[in-house]
C-alpha cells in the first residue's frame, strides 16, 4: 500500500464534501501519509482464513411491532432547520442548472 | 454544612438526601455556585442549566416531603458530556456546526436520568464530536485539568471528568468509543466505566462509530459508578443494539468488593499493555496495586494478547470509516449550519461542501477524510477489511485470556497527563494515547478505570480493569476493592491530595 498523495487527498475529500482550503490539503495529506503508513500494518496478520467482524457482540436483528408510534412535532424539528417554509424543510437545489 | 457537601460522594450526597439533612435545591445549588466559582478555571462545561437543574431539584423535594417512593441517587445533581442530546438544551458535541443547536428530544439515559430525579446541572465540554484524547479539539476551548491546570484533561470527555475532579458535580455521564471514558478519568484521578457494548441505550448519543460508542458513568468513586451504571443501564427498545437482558447488578457487586475478600480471583496482567512506552511512574503504581490485590487474596497471573500489537491500527480505520457515514448527516438541511459557498451555483452539494469545511475542526475533517479514503474503491478489502479481520484476533486473544484469568488488568494509559498544546501538532503521538483502552472497544467488553495513586511528577495514575461481555459486575467487586485497599493506605481518596483551585468569587 502506497501513501496517500496531495491529488487523492484532495478527491477524497471532494467525495467526502468537504471544502477544503489549498493548506489545509497540504496539511492533511502530510497528516494522513504518517497515519496510513501507521496503521496499514493491519493488514500484515489479516490473512485469508480470518474472518472479518463488524460487531462487538453477536446480535439479531430486531423489529417492533407494526403499531403507530407518535413523531415528533414538526415546528418542534423545524425550529433546529437552518430554513423552513410551509411545514417543510426549505433547502437549495438538489441539481445544477444543466 | 453547604460549603462541604461538595466534596461527598454521590452515595453520601443521596444519605444525606434521605435523611432530609439537606434538600435537593440546596444540594443543587452548592454546585452551582462551585461551577460559578471554578469554571473560569477549569472551563468543563459548555451550558451549565442551572434554571432546569433547581426546578428539577425543587421536584424531587417535593415527591419525597410526599412520602413517594424514590431512586437511591434521586435528588443528586450529575453533569452531562454535550454529545448527549437534552431536549430544551443546547447540544453542541462541541462543534461549529451545531452551535445553538436545541434538540427536540431526550437521549434514552436522558430520560432515564430525569425519570430517577437527578437535577442536570449542564453539558459538558468535549472533543468535537467526541474526536480526541485531550478535549483540546473542542471548538469552544480547552477544558484544564484541577491537578494542574496547564495540563490537559484527558479526552474526549475532558469535561465530564474535570467537571468531576474539580468537585462541580458528583456524577457525569461519558462516552467511550476508544477510551474517552476511561483515559479522562486515569488522568484526572477520577472513576470512569465503560459498560458492555449494548448494556447502556446509544438512542440519542450522537453517533461517531456506532460499533464502538457505549455510555458510562464518571465518578468519584467506584460504588458511585455502579449506582448510576444501574439508573443508566438496562433495554431500551429503541436501539437494535441494546441487550435484551438483566446483568449482574453493578451496586451488590461494588458493596461486595469494598469488604476486601478476592480469595480464588485469578487477576490477569496483560502482558502487551505495560512495559516499554509506559512511564516508570505508572509502572510503578500499577505495581504497588498488584500486591494490594494480591494482599486481598487474589492470584495475579500474566496473559498475553499478541494481536493488541495491532489493535491501534485496527481502531484508527474502524472508527474514521464508522464516522465518516455516521457524520453525512450534517449536510447543512435539516439542522446546524448551513453556509453558501461564495461563488458559483447553490446547489445542495456545493452547500453541504461549504457548511461542512466551515463547520468541522481540523481532528474532524482528517478522520471524516481518512474514513472516506479507507472505504473507497480499491482501498476497501486492503484498510476496512483489514482492520474487521484484526478485530477478530483481539476477541480471539480477549476470549483466550479470559480462559485463565477472571478480570484483565493494565495501566490505563502510557502516560499521566501531558501539557496543553504538547501532542496537538502529531496526531499519531495523540492516538498512541488510547493504546490500552482501544481493545476493549473493539472487543465490546467492559472496562473501568479508578486511580492507583500517584506519579513520581505528582499526577494521577489510573488502573484499568477490564472484564468478559456483561460480566460488569466484576469490575465493580474488584475495582470497589482495590478502591478500598488503596484508600485505606492513603487514609482519604486520592482527590484529597489534589491542589486547591483558585476560586473566581
Same mark, same amino acid.
Given at each position: 500500500?502506497?501513501t496517500i498523495?496531495?491529488d487523492e487527498?484532495a478527491? @477524497?475529500?471532494e467525495l467526502?464534501?468537504?471544502?477544503?482550503?489549498?493548506?489545509?490539503?497540504d496539511?492533511?495529506?502530510?497528516?494522513l501519509?504518517?497515519i496510513v503508513?501507521?496503521?496499514?500494518? @493491519?493488514?500484515?496478520?489479516?490473512?485469508?482464513d480470518?474472518?472479518?467482524?463488524?460487531?462487538?457482540l453477536?446480535i439479531?436483528?430486531?423489529?417492533?411491532a407494526? @403499531?403507530?408510534?407518535?413523531a415528533?412535532? @414538526?415546528e418542534?424539528?423545524?425550529?433546529?432547520?437552518?430554513a423552513s417554509?410551509?411545514?417543510?424543510?426549505?433547502v437549495?437545489?438538489?441539481?445544477?442548472?444543466? | 454544612? %453547604?460549603?462541604d457537601v461538595t466534596r461527598?460522594s454521590?452515595?453520601?450526597?443521596?444519605?444525606?438526601?434521605?435523611t432530609s439533612?439537606?434538600?435537593s435545591?440546596?444540594?443543587?445549588?452548592?454546585h452551582?455556585?462551585?461551577i460559578?466559582?471554578?469554571e473560569p478555571?477549569?472551563n468543563?462545561?459548555?451550558?451549565?442549566?442551572e434554571?432546569?437543574?433547581l426546578?428539577q431539584?425543587?421536584?424531587?423535594?417535593?415527591?419525597?416531603?410526599?412520602?413517594?417512593? #424514590?431512586?437511591?441517587?434521586?435528588?443528586?445533581?450529575i453533569a452531562?458530556k454535550?454529545i448527549v442530546?437534552?431536549?430544551g438544551? &443546547?447540544?453542541?458535541?462541541?462543534s461549529?456546526?451545531l452551535e445553538?443547536?436545541?434538540?427536540?428530544?431526550?437521549?434514552?439515559?436522558?430520560?432515564?436520568?430525569? $425519570?430517577?430525579? #437527578?437535577?442536570?446541572?449542564?453539558? %459538558?465540554n468535549?472533543?468535537?464530536f467526541?474526536m480526541?484524547s485531550?478535549?483540546?479539539?473542542?471548538? /469552544? $476551548?480547552?477544558?484544564?485539568?484541577?491537578?494542574? #491546570?496547564?495540563?490537559?484533561?484527558?479526552?474526549?470527555?475532558g469535561?465530564s471528568?474535570?467537571?468531576?475532579?474539580?468537585f462541580?458535580? &458528583?456524577?457525569?455521564?461519558?462516552t467511550d468509543?476508544?477510551?474517552?471514558?476511561?483515559?479522562p478519568?486515569?488522568?484526572?484521578g477520577?472513576?470512569g466505566?465503560?459498560p458492555?457494548?449494548g448494556?447502556?441505550?446509544? /438512542?440519542?448519543l450522537?453517533?461517531?462509530?456506532?460499533?464502538?460508542d457505549?455510555?458510562?458513568?464518571v465518578?468519584?468513586?467506584?460504588?458511585d459508578?455502579?449506582l448510576?451504571?444501574e439508573?443508566?443501564?438496562?433495554?431500551?427498545?429503541?436501539?437494535s443494539?441494546?441487550?435484551?437482558?438483566a446483568?449482574p447488578?453493578?451496586?451488590?457487586?461494588?458493596r461486595?468488593?469494598?469488604?476486601?475478600?478476592?480469595?480464588? #480471583?485469578?487477576?490477569g496482567?496483560?502482558?502487551?499493555?505495560?512495559?516499554?512506552?509506559?512511564?516508570?511512574?505508572?509502572?510503578a503504581?500499577?505495581?504497588?496495586?498488584?500486591?494490594?490485590?494480591?494482599a486481598?487474596?487474589?492470584?495475579?497471573?500474566e496473559?498475553?494478547?499478541?494481536?493488541?500489537?495491532?489493535?491501534?491500527?485496527?481502531? /484508527?480505520?474502524?472508527?474514521?470509516?464508522?464516522?465518516?457515514?455516521?457524520?453525512? *448527516?450534517?449536510?447543512?438541511m435539516?439542522?446546524?449550519l448551513?453556509?453558501?459557498?461564495?461563488?458559483?451555483?447553490?446547489t445542495?452539494?456545493?452547500?453541504?461542501?461549504?457548511?461542512?469545511g466551515?463547520?468541522?475542526?481540523?481532528?474532524? *475533517?482528517?478522520?471524516?477524510?481518512?474514513g472516506?479514503?479507507?472505504?473507497?474503491?480499491?482501498?476497501y478489502?486492503?484498510?476496512?477489511g483489514?482492520?474487521?479481520k484484526?478485530r477478530?484476533?483481539?476477541?480471539r486473544?480477549?476470549?483466550a485470556?479470559?480462559g485463565v484469568?477472571?478480570v484483565?488488568v493494565?495501566?490505563? %494509559?502510557?502516560?499521566?497527563?501531558?501539557?496543553?498544546?504538547?501532542?496537538?501538532?502529531d496526531?499519531?503521538?495523540? /492516538?498512541?494515547?488510547d493504546?490500552?483502552t482501544?481493545?476493549?472497544?473493539?472487543a465490546?467488553?467492559?472496562?473501568?478505570?479508578l486511580?492507583s495513586?500517584?506519579?513520581?511528577?505528582?499526577?494521577?495514575?489510573?488502573?484499568?480493569i477490564?472484564?468478559?461481555? *456483561? +460480566?460488569d459486575?466484576?469490575l465493580?467487586?474488584?475495582?470497589a476493592?482495590?478502591?478500598?485497599?488503596l484508600?485505606?493506605?492513603?487514609?482519604a481518596p486520592?482527590?484529597?491530595?489534589?491542589?486547591?483551585?483558585e476560586v +473566581?468569587?
Amino acid at each position: 500500500m502506497s501513501t496517500i498523495s496531495r491529488d487523492e487527498v484532495a478527491r @477524497v475529500a471532494e467525495l467526502a464534501r468537504i471544502e477544503l482550503r489549498p493548506d489545509e490539503i497540504d496539511k492533511l495529506t502530510g497528516d494522513l501519509g504518517v497515519i496510513v503508513e501507521s496503521i496499514a500494518q @493491519v493488514s500484515e496478520v489479516a490473512t485469508d482464513d480470518v474472518p472479518a467482524t463488524s460487531h462487538p457482540l453477536p446480535i439479531d436483528n430486531v423489529f417492533r411491532a407494526d @403499531v403507530p408510534q407518535p413523531a415528533l412535532p @414538526v415546528e418542534d424539528v423545524l425550529a433546529g432547520a437552518p430554513a423552513s417554509e410551509d411545514g417543510k424543510f426549505l433547502v437549495p437545489q438538489i441539481l445544477g442548472e444543466e | 454544612m %453547604t460549603s462541604d457537601v461538595t466534596r461527598l460522594s454521590a452515595a453520601a450526597q443521596a444519605a444525606l438526601l434521605r435523611t432530609s439533612e439537606i434538600s435537593s435545591v440546596e444540594l443543587t445549588r452548592a454546585h452551582l455556585d462551585r461551577i460559578s466559582a471554578v469554571e473560569p478555571a477549569v472551563n468543563a462545561f459548555l451550558h451549565v442549566s442551572e434554571p432546569e437543574a433547581l426546578a428539577q431539584a425543587a421536584a424531587v423535594d417535593a415527591r419525597r416531603a410526599a412520602g413517594e417512593e #424514590l431512586h437511591e441517587l434521586a435528588g443528586v445533581p450529575i453533569a452531562v458530556k454535550d454529545i448527549v442530546v437534552t431536549k430544551g438544551i &443546547p447540544t453542541t458535541a462541541a462543534s461549529k456546526i451545531l452551535e445553538g443547536w436545541v434538540p427536540p428530544y431526550d437521549a434514552t439515559i436522558v430520560e432515564r436520568i430525569k $425519570g430517577a430525579g #437527578l437535577p442536570i446541572l449542564g453539558k %459538558t465540554n468535549l472533543d468535537e464530536f467526541a474526536m480526541g484524547s485531550s478535549t483540546e479539539h473542542s471548538a /469552544y $476551548g480547552d477544558t484544564r485539568n484541577p491537578w494542574d #491546570l496547564d495540563r490537559i484533561p484527558g479526552g474526549s470527555g475532558g469535561g465530564s471528568a474535570a467537571a468531576v475532579a474539580a468537585f462541580e458535580a &458528583p456524577l457525569a455521564v461519558g462516552t467511550d468509543t476508544g477510551g474517552s471514558i476511561r483515559q479522562p478519568a486515569s488522568v484526572t484521578g477520577t472513576v470512569g466505566v465503560k459498560p458492555t457494548y449494548g448494556a447502556v441505550s446509544r /438512542y440519542g448519543l450522537i453517533a461517531m462509530a456506532s460499533s464502538l460508542d457505549q455510555a458510562g458513568p464518571v465518578t468519584r468513586t467506584v460504588l458511585d459508578s455502579a449506582l448510576l451504571q444501574e439508573v443508566l443501564g438496562g433495554y431500551d427498545p429503541r436501539d437494535s443494539t441494546s441487550i435484551p437482558e438483566a446483568l449482574p447488578s453493578p451496586v451488590a457487586a461494588a458493596r461486595r468488593g469494598a469488604l476486601g475478600d478476592l480469595s480464588g #480471583l485469578r487477576v490477569g496482567v496483560v502482558k502487551e499493555l505495560s512495559g516499554e512506552g509506559y512511564q516508570a511512574g505508572v509502572r510503578a503504581s500499577f505495581e504497588a496495586s498488584l500486591d494490594l490485590l494480591r494482599a486481598a487474596g487474589a492470584e495475579v497471573v500474566e496473559v498475553s494478547c499478541p494481536s493488541f500489537g495491532y489493535a491501534l491500527g485496527a481502531y /484508527y480505520l474502524i472508527m474514521p470509516s464508522e464516522a465518516s457515514s455516521n457524520l453525512a *448527516k450534517f449536510d447543512g438541511m435539516r439542522f446546524g449550519l448551513r453556509v453558501e459557498p461564495s461563488e458559483g451555483p447553490v446547489t445542495a452539494e456545493r452547500v453541504m461542501s461549504a457548511t461542512r469545511g466551515a463547520g468541522f475542526g481540523d481532528e474532524v *475533517k482528517r478522520r471524516v477524510v481518512l474514513g472516506t479514503y479507507a472505504l473507497s474503491a480499491g482501498y476497501y478489502d486492503a484498510y476496512y477489511g483489514s482492520a474487521q479481520k484484526v478485530r477478530t484476533l483481539v476477541q480471539r486473544d480477549f476470549d483466550a485470556a479470559f480462559g485463565v484469568a477472571d478480570v484483565l488488568v493494565s495501566p490505563t %494509559t502510557p502516560t499521566t497527563a501531558f501539557k496543553l498544546g504538547e501532542k496537538l501538532d502529531d496526531p499519531l503521538a495523540m /492516538y498512541l494515547n488510547d493504546v490500552a483502552t482501544i481493545p476493549a472497544n473493539l472487543a465490546g467488553i467492559p472496562g473501568l478505570s479508578l486511580p492507583s495513586g500517584l506519579s513520581d511528577d505528582g499526577l494521577p495514575v489510573g488502573f484499568q480493569i477490564l472484564a468478559p461481555a *456483561k +460480566a460488569d459486575d466484576r469490575l465493580y467487586l474488584v475495582g470497589a476493592a482495590l478502591e478500598a485497599a488503596l484508600e485505606n493506605g492513603w487514609g482519604a481518596p486520592l482527590l484529597a491530595q489534589a491542589p486547591e483551585l483558585e476560586v +473566581a468569587r
